[in-house]
């Protein structure tokens, strides 16, 4: 099996998708930091993040200039 990127995996940061990977993840390193943040978000956030990263990538999305 062999991993193939994107055809312009360069300009991959304006898709929603990576961006609402890259803001989840900042939310759950900022959990470990921050425990009010940890109390304040729901039990199960994470399979609702994924759920939204999932839905996400499934769009149609173009990486427009901006």
Do not use: C, N
């Not at 425990?35 to 399979?47: E, K, N, V």
């Amino acid at each position: 099996m062999t991993v193939r990127l994107i055809s312009d995996w360069k300009r991959s940061h304006r898709l929603w998708s990576m961006r609402l990977l890259a803001l989840f993840g900042a939310i759950a390193a900022l959990e470990e930091i921050q425990p009010q943040l940890a109390a304040a978000l729901p039990p199960h956030w994470y399979a609702w993040a994924m759920l939204i990263i999932g839905v996400a990538r499934l769009v149609k999305q173009e990486a427009r200039d901006a």
